[in-house]
């Protein structure tokens, strides 16, 4: 009874220890109020999120420079000319002065018909037109005196004027048996031989004109914008032969299948070197612009599937921009898009995104 009697006197003086002891250490700071922690919290926090933003990267600065573009493409020769020869007199062949495969100059005879009897049927249509000219003066000094009618002269002058266009249709057949070269150029083909007798309508041959040759190019949609009437191309043919020539003519429809535009241009060819139905490598030399260059292995595609490249601006941020690759060499590319002064990610473009911040160092 006496040790139940003593417990709660002693349960009362060790609580009010207790609670001495415990106001005794809060006011001699081991526990804080919140309004003091926070800040110190809050700073810890946004250093700790900012290291761990900046990333190291290394960097480089890229100035735009001038480069002449180039757009290599294929195509083929064609000739600049071509003509079936086609006879239009019929008779005997009696010269063939030309052989297959000679350069002939224009208004030479290439084919000459036998006209022995056209020149005379000619010179007998000459007497006749003189005979009615002198039939239609002495019917018109008739008229005069009241001595012919006037039907009797409008048939004079009616068979005056057939005299004629007999006469000049015999010296067409004249003109037409001598079967000449409307340009210079080769007889690449000639299907007649001396003494063989021509109907009307006879191929003879044909004739080509390789100076100047013409190149045909097929340019794709999306670079056609490029090349103008005057642009300048390189060429190099399969036998290493290399000349030059510019644009003369662009077609004002695209193909329907490939969607390409027809380009042709003009190629001196003073020694017919150059033959038609060759193959041939044309470099168009387009107009300067500039670009930047660096190594293919630093693109990367944006959000939008674009080509683009990581560069820092002035606050230390990545950002993304998108470029075209204008010319690509062997260890590096050419693009545009950028500004003339732009700052790049080098090493260390993989791990971070458009927005994060960076700590760059420059290389020189």
Do not use: C
């Amino acid at each position: 009874m006496d040790l139940k009697s003593k417990v709660g006197p002693i349960t009362a003086i060790v609580v009010a220890v207790a609670a001495v002891t415990w106001m005794f250490l809060g006011d001699n700071g081991i526990t804080t109020s919140p309004t003091e922690t926070a800040p110190k919290e809050n700073m810890i926090s946004s250093q700790t999120a900012e290291s761990k933003q900046a990333y190291s990267v290394q960097a480089k600065t890229l100035i735009a420079q001038s480069i002449e573009m180039h757009l290599p493409l294929s195509g083929k020769t064609l000739v600049d000319e071509s003509l079936q020869l086609i006879n239009s007199y019929q008779g005997r062949i009696t010269q063939l002065p030309i052989e297959k495969g000679q350069f002939v100059k224009k208004g030479r005879t290439i084919a000459q018909i036998d006209t022995r009897t056209l020149k005379i049927q000619i010179e007998q249509a000459g007497l006749l037109v003189k005979q009615k000219q002198l039939e239609l003066d002495g019917i018109k000094k008739l008229n005069l005196q009241n001595l012919s009618s006037k039907v009797n002269l409008a048939q004079a002058e009616t068979d005056l004027a057939s005299a004629r266009a007999t006469e000049k249709a015999l010296l067409v057949d004249l003109e037409n048996a001598n079967i000449t070269a409307p340009f210079s150029g080769i007889l690449n083909t000639l299907e007649v031989q001396e003494g063989q007798v021509l109907a009307v309508g006879t191929n003879i041959g044909t004739l080509v004109s390789l100076n100047p040759i013409r190149i045909s190019v097929n340019i794709p949609q999306n670079k056609i914008q490029q090349v103008k009437l005057g642009t300048q191309g390189n060429v190099r043919l399969e036998s290493d032969y290399e000349t030059q020539g510019f644009v003369s003519y662009i077609s004002a429809t695209a193909n329907e299948s490939s969607r390409t535009i027809t380009v042709e241009m003009q190629v001196d060819n003073p020694d017919n070197k150059i033959q038609a139905g060759l193959t041939a490598a044309v470099d168009f030399i387009l107009d300067e612009q500039k670009a930047h260059a660096f190594s293919a292995a630093l693109l990367t595609l944006d959000n939008s599937g674009r080509t683009a490249v990581k560069t820092i601006d002035i606050d230390n941020t990545v950002v993304m921009m998108p470029v075209e690759i204008v010319k690509s060499e062997r260890d590096q590319v050419w693009v545009r898009g950028l500004p003339d002064n732009v700052n790049i990610i080098t090493v260390g473009q993989g791990f971070v995104s458009a927005g994060d911040k960076v700590e760059a160092h420059y290389q020189n």
